[in-house]
């Protein structure tokens, strides 16, 4: 079964907001290592591409946000992604799974939407209208477990009031089903 590379956030620079300006080498790994990054959610993408450099691929491409969207037609899972993202927001998946949380922040509740408008607040909506035991909320954020992906269907992104969950339909960023797109502008 065919793997693609998938990115745990969707904080472009249009929805999360900077608490610092950083000022030195433009490298994930670099901007990471001093406070952070300067991103005012510290689990999200620092946007500064080291992802994409490292795809021997092409299957990676910074959009006008700062976020890198992965061509699931390019993407061979090899996990040069994976290794160089500081922030560990790139999981391989089944190109088949659906459903993805695009959010690791570990603050439950809506004091996170201060810093990312995208981010998951831990409402439980999905929970709630998904499959038993499909979702769970942990550590502030939803949670899939890949074990019951099978009973994946849409209805557990419908009442996100965020859009931090998802359904995916080939690329992560440009043709996911986003019933509540009007609420948020992520790329």
């Given amino acids: 079964m065919k793997r693609v590379a998938r990115l745990r956030c969707a904080g472009g620079s249009d929805v999360a907001g900077q ?3 950083y000022r030195g080498l433009q490298s994930c ?3 990471s290592a001093v406070s952070g990054g300067g991103k005012g959610c510290t689990w999200g993408c620092l946007g500064f591409g080291d992802c994409a450099h490292v795809c021997d691929f092409d299957a ?3 959009n006008a ?4 969207v992965v061509d699931p037609d390019r993407c061979t899972a090899c996990g040069d ?5 500081p922030k560990d927001l790139f999981t391989l998946t089944p190109v088949t799974h659906h459903l993805l949380v695009q959010c ?3 603050v439950a509740g809506d004091d996170v939407l201060e810093q990312c408008r ?3 607040t831990a409402c439980g909506r999905c929970v709630q209208d998904s499959s038993p035991g499909l979702i769970s909320v942990a550590s502030g954020v939803a949670v899939i477990d ?4 099978t009973l994946e269907d849409m209805r557990a992104v419908e009442r996100c009031p965020t859009n931090a969950i998802v359904w995916l339909h080939g690329a992560q960023f440009t043709s996911t089903v986003r019933p509540n797109a009007a609420r948020s502008a992520v790329a």
Wanted: charged share 20%.
């Fill in 19 to 21: 608490r610092a300006e």
């Fill in 29 to 31: 790994a670099a901007a």
């Fill in 60 to 62: 990676i491409a910074m």
């Fill in 65 to 68: 946000f700062g976020i890198p």
């Fill in 81 to 85: 992604c994976v290794e160089a993202c």
């Fill in 104 to 106: 690791r922040n570990l």
């Fill in 118 to 120: 995208v981010a998951c």
């Fill in 146 to 149: 890949d074990a019951l992906i």
